[in-house]
């Protein structure tokens, strides 16, 4: 049996960190050619570190596995100018949830013909910007939304929507991440017939084109399977519509949720057999339904940009109680949100110097008034860990700063890329006049 604190034999396990890290003696990590710590030097902590050539391959690694399929980025993950450079570089597409996102895509001349505007809840302004900057596709999620939506666009306009149903099929690695059921906020139903229903109303609207379904069934998904069922029930659906309505859909989308390894020796989903099992699937189910087989779109998130990220923090103060020691460092749920949302595990090291002190277990914790703030429990550090240290934390590059939060006034860390040993600030640090500026009373 592997225990999660097995010792280290063969020195660290990198396998979690990009493919670009680089430890030439123990503590001194380099990512894309520049050490960690001087990154930590010159940028403060704490700092988040993007990979730009782990990010760049992610997308390649798409590409090559979905030739076929239409690959966009799910924006919510993590989006900065030049990340949506890197994205629109590597020919992906972009899947985005608010007119905030949109128009930081359009900033740096995202197509918007390649953007498709996701939400549960569309605000008048998301609708009203996702117009007038001409995105591809709009997924309606919502029955009312169809009316608003025809309004918007006026008699004499045109608009492409797809249709974001629910399968019915529940999968993802936590409660509050999974979205292909009956039961939460998004989507419309095949099952009692809502989706259906919109569907019907959508075709009587001249200046809505619908070219698809959409569906998306969770996060952090680690087995083929839900995507397979996933399939069935849409063509499902497909074949009912075509039956009733004489429609033939051109395009299936899968959504994202594609699960990665946040610790060595976690599983993550095989891509590779992901497409290949996809595809296989499309074409029988289809072929049986007497359908043509649709275009697949598929929106990674988490999988393109988490492995490209980690987080650097020094440690500010360890305390020994009787059951446990405490080791805390100068960020927490205001960057990472995560293990207090999902309850998620890390696997944080020592970097910057060598220690040859036996490992100890250790919570790491943040420097937030909240007893929840805990980045990493019972994981195992050098026993001198020590105020001044520095910790890593790999697999920080999704959903950290994207749910980043402004409390207890801390400010957001900064973004540094790296690539070709050079560093470069992509997102400064939040400042108290950042903080300050906002604050407009009195
Ligand atoms: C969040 C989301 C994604 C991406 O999910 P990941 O788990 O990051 O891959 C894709 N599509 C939609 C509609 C989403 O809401």
Known sequence: MTTLHEPMVTGPDLSVWPASTEEPHTG?????????????????TPVYVLDEGEVRERCRTYRDAFPDAEVLYAAKAFLCRAMADWIAGEGLGL???????????VSIGFPPE??????????????????????????IDSPSEIARLA?????????KVMVRVVPGISAGGHEKIRTGTDDQKFGLSIADGYAQHAIARILDQPQLELTGLHCHLGSQITSLKPYLAAVRRMVGLMARLHEQHGLVLPEIDLGGGHGIAYRPGEPALDLTALARRVRAELT????VAGLPVPRLIIEPGRAIVGPAGIAVYHVLAVKRTRDRTF???????????????????????????HSAVAPAVVTVVGRHCEAGDLLAADVELPGDVRPGDLLAVPVAGAYHLSMASGYNMVGRPP???????LARLLVRRESLGDIRSRDVGL
Do not use: W
């Open 114 to 139: 390649r953007i498709v505007l996701h939400g549960n809840a569309k605000s008048p302004r998301d609708l009203e910007t996702a117009l007038r900057l001409a995105v591809g596709r709009i997924v």
């Open 151 to 159: 309004a918007a666009v006026g008699p004499g306009g045109h608009q």
């Open 284 to 287: 029988e189910s289809c072929t």
């Open 415 to 421: 973004v540094v890329a790296v690539r070709d040993g």
């Open 28 to 44: 001194a990590v380099t990512v894309g050619g520049v050490p960690l710590a001087e990154i930590a030097d010159r940028f403060g």
């Open 327 to 353: 080791v805390a460092v100068d960020g927490g749920m205001s960057d990472n949100p995560r293990p207090a949302l999902y309850g998620v595990r890390y696997a944080p090291r020592l970097i910057g110097r």
């Open 95 to 105: 899947d985005v949830c608010s007119a905030g996102e949109l128009e930081l895509a």
